[in-house]
């Protein structure tokens, strides 16, 4: 089995795209996208608009992961049109380049460190940090990571986290976090006076939760699983934290390309400059990559990956809230009595 750097170089073939393959995939996305929002407008039928709009938020989908790999430098790379493409893309789907770029590019050189900056990732305390902090930061914590929060990415990750917070943060660097805000707002503000409620639902409401919702699980998921593993800065290793603690996310043939293969996390992780359309030839090619941990979106795994709350290094896993009130007790049951000395 490869190990360590010779696993990272095996994986180099693989990291060359077909760029006429590239320009297809992304081509006919935004031509599917286009043709389904226009559909959520025109079909004469409410049920059929109903299914455009929800077809439309899992093509969103797919096209933000061929925006992300774009990003990564995977695909057309160095081409200008593409680059326009990309750019209006990130826009229109609340996660401008500026922003997109920085939390993701830091995010792969520092996944599953316990103690760096929560850039491009859900937060990660261990127990006793966890223990240690006051109630008004725990509810934080635990508001940031909670079920609800995520299946709301729409206005928490994407709207708020993506646009307010790195606008405010850095107005200079993010001009265009406020643009996206201003033409995401607008343009709701439009469709409502222009065509109606009903419209902005399908057009907007409907495609963006559905597309921010799955995206934001994906995302917490692929490093939130069952099995997930966290080390300290110094014991941190690159191969060993895609393979340990990203998540290949099994998913029905129909999934896997609505999602544009970002199941096989692990693998993304250990060389982010691989194609999305190469990925499976990855996984099938080198033995090394089959032995990943997994989770799929079943309700049962789902349920599982969000009952994770903190990382107990004592146990060497992710712990529910369940568990840490158990241990709780159980260290209150041991602490012995004190001593009380007569006067």
């Not at 096209?63 to 160095?78: E, G, T």
């Not at 509810?139 to 990415?153: D, K, M, V």
Request: net charge positive; proline share 5%.
């Amino acid at each position: 089995m490869l190990e360590g750097k010779e696993l990272i170089l095996a994986t180099k073939p693989y990291a060359r795209e077909e760029r006429a393959k590239s320009w297809f995939f992304t081509l006919s996305t935004l031509l599917l996208l286009a043709l389904s929002l226009t559909g959520t407008l025109v079909l004469p039928y409410l049920v059929l608009r109903i299914l455009a709009s929800i077809l439309s938020g899992l093509l969103i989908v797919r096209m933000f992961v061929i925006y992300h790999d774009h990003q990564h430098h995977a695909i057309l790379h160095k081409s200008k049109v593409a680059e326009v493409i990309m750019v209006f893309f990130g826009v229109y789907v609340l996660a401008p380049s500026s922003i997109w770029k920085r939390s993701h590019d830091y995010h792969p050189k520092h996944n599953s460190k316990l103690f760096s900056a929560s850039i491009g990732s859900y937060p990660i305390i261990t127990r006793k940090k966890f223990e240690s902090i006051t109630p008004a930061e725990r509810r934080t914590y635990l508001f940031s990571r909670h079920p609800l929060t995520i299946a709301a990415g729409y206005l928490s990750m994407f709207m708020i986290g993506m646009c307010v917070q790195s606008f405010v943060s850095s107005p200079r660097k993010h001009m265009d976090s406020l643009l996206a805000l201003i033409i995401h707002l607008g343009g709701s503000a439009a469709v409502v006076y222009f065509l109606g409620w009903e419209s902005w639902l399908l057009f907007i409401l409907i495609p963006f939760t559905i597309a921010c919702g799955l995206g934001a699980y994906l995302f917490y998921a692929q490093h939130n699983f069952p099995g997930v593993t966290f080390n300290v800065n110094k014991e941190w290793c690159y191969d060993k934290a895609a393979l340990l603690s990203s998540s290949y996310m099994v998913m029905n043939p129909a999934m896997k390309w609505f999602t544009g293969n970002i199941g096989y996390h692990h693998i993304h992780h250990l060389n982010a400059r691989i194609p999305f359309y190469r990925l499976p030839e990855v996984m099938a090619a080198i033995p090394k990559l089959q032995n990943a941990k997994t989770t799929t979106l079943s309700f049962r795994d789902v349920r599982a990956c969000f009952r994770l709350k903190v990382w107990d290094p004592e146990q060497d896993r992710m712990i529910s809230l369940r568990e840490i009130r158990a241990i709780r007790s159980a260290q209150l049951m041991r602490k012995p009595d004190p001593v009380v000395v007569a006067g």
